[in-house]
């Protein structure tokens, strides 16, 4: 079955804009989860997403937003570009939430300029 | 906060040798742990994972052992080739947390000489 799809693959923003990205899960997942990846801090947890309810919101500024809709399909939005926010941003998905194994999609690829 | 730290961030190895990559976290309520292979330019693959009440789990050419006294981990890989040249992260949740937020490693980059 299909993996997790994330579009578009690859984008350039200008600092102040705004930028949505998306994520389609696994057939048949709940849970899908946002992490931003830099050179320099590594894979870190935006936020995660089951059943259209956010569960979990990791250490990012209100700029960094998401929602989900109800066929486990999310999006996440990132208000008032920085040139910080340039990253690989990444979206996995699992059955369920609490302890479940996540699978990643290839990414978004950001860039500020 | 979380720590889940990476022994080394490079490793070079021959092509048929064993690989071991080693990480440590240090969050004594872990209790689930994964190990992803991330090539340039793509995502993060799954490998393999392990729980807490589990010491040793065995994959196709690959071992994860968990030593919850000293809190590591460690992947390894048997017979190396160059298609298992990448970085690989490991990755932790805690029993204490409802959702399914991880904490990653700063990641090994594995390059196999052929």
């Known amino acids: 079955k299909a993996g997790v799809t994330q579009t578009p693959r690859y984008l350039i923003k200008t600092r102040g804009q705004q930028v949505t990205l998306s994520c389609s899960p696994i057939s048949g997942h709940r849970s899908v989860s946002w992490y931003q990846q830099t050179p320099g801090q590594g894979l870190q947890f935006l936020f995660e997403y089951f059943s259209e309810t956010q569960r979990n919101k990791g250490n990012f500024p209100g700029r960094f937003s998401g929602r989900q809709f109800s066929n486990s399909r999310s999006e996440m939005n990132v208000s008032t570009l920085e040139l910080g926010d340039s990253a690989l941003y990444l979206c996995?998905?699992?059955f369920g939430t609490g302890g479940n194994t996540i699978y990643f999609g290839e990414g978004s690829w950001l860039t500020v300029v | 906060g979380e720590s889940v730290g990476l022994h080394l961030p490079t490793l070079s190895v021959q092509e048929g040798d064993n690989s071991i990559i080693n990480c440590a976290y240090s969050?004594?309520?872990?209790?689930?742990f994964i190990w992803y292979k991330q090539e340039s330019g793509k995502g993060p693959q799954f490998i393999i994972d392990i729980r807490s009440n589990m010491d040793k789990r065995q994959g196709q050419r690959v071992t994860v052992l968990l030593n919850k006294t000293v809190k590591h981990l460690s992947l390894q890989i048997a017979a190396t080739q160059p298609g298992d040249s990448a970085v690989y992260f490991c990755a932790e949740t805690p029993s204490s947390n409802t959702g399914n937020q991880f904490y990653f490693g700063t990641g090994t980059s594995l390059t196999v000489i052929p």
């Open positions: 969050n004594s309520a872990s209790d689930y």
């Open positions: 996995a998905s699992s």
